[in-house]
T-cell receptor, first 112, second 116 residues
Framework: GESVGLHLPTLSVQEGDNSIINCAYS??????FIWYKQESGKGPQFIID?????DKRQGQRVTVLLNKTVKHLSLQIAATQPGDSAVYFC???????????FGSGTKLNVKP | EAGVVQSPRYKIIEKKQPVAFWCNPI?????LYWYLQNLGQGPELLIR????????DSQLPKDRFSAERLKGVDSTLKIQPAELGDSAVYLC??????????????FGPGTRLTVL
């Protein structure tokens, strides 16, 4: 299957700082990506998505950057809050197959 | 608008017993997914439906797992008999597939299965 991996399994940041979570993907044909947030005991929650015809997309306090040259995806969270503490997953999708591949996740710890 | 609904939320059974999970997707979503998630790992696809058709079940252990989506709406995933290694969270997700490519996929809360 596809290989989607995260560089840092655990990231600790101070409340108010910006967080950057990285993800590498292996399938150059992937053209749609989603970032999910998963809190303990809950299902993954959709945060933001991006298609391969874009390099950057912004949401509320979150920005996703896509670098297709090096097959790298990042999620930036501005002014990180304690409520942002969770595990974050990136997922990739190729073409019209509607099949998503997930990485193993990065745990974000926000220190008050 | 209601999200993806799953039940039960938790299930504890003894090995060799059967178990079933139920999922109701977001209204209007034609694509339904069942995933397995082990602790500390990302979801892994078990089966994907487009309407009532299972279009991808390559990762479903068919000797003990089965699924159905008879009317193209809600779905049931069954394990019979359950093994110790089946302990995990079973997630259901749905999306609205279009000819324009993959669309946002939304997850339910999951069912945490413990096999003793």
């Amino acid at each position: 299957g596809e290989s989607v991996g995260l560089h840092l399994p655990t990231l600790s940041v101070q409340e108010g700082d910006n967080s950057i979570i990285n993800c590498a993907y292996s399938n150059s044909a992937s053209d749609y990506f989603i970032w999910y947030k998963q809190e303990s005991g809950k299902g993954p929650q959709f945060i933001i998505d991006i298609r391969s015809n874009m390099d950057k997309r912004q949401g509320q306090r979150v920005t996703v950057l896509l670098n297709k040259t090096v097959k790298h995806l990042s999620l930036q969270i501005a002014a990180t809050q304690p409520g942002d503490s969770a595990v974050y997953f990136c997922a990739e999708n190729e073409g019209n197959f509607n099949k998503f591949y997930f990485g193993s996740g990065t745990k974000l710890n926000v220190k008050p | 608008e209601a999200g993806v609904v799953q039940s039960p939320r938790y299930k504890i059974i003894e090995k060799k017993q059967p178990v079933a999970f139920w999922c109701n997707p977001i209204s209007g979503h034609n694509t339904l997914y069942w995933y397995l998630q082990n602790l500390g790992q990302g979801p892994e696809l078990l089966i994907r439906y487009e309407n009532e058709e299972a279009v991808d079940d390559s990762q479903l252990p068919k000797d003990r797992f089965s699924a159905e989506r008879l009317k193209g709406v809600d779905s049931t995933l069954k394990i019979q008999p359950a093994e110790l290694g089946d302990s995990a969270v079973y997630l259901c997700a749905s999306s609205l597939a279009t000819s324009g490519g993959a669309q946002e996929q939304f997850f339910g809360p999951g069912t945490r299965l413990t096999v003793l």
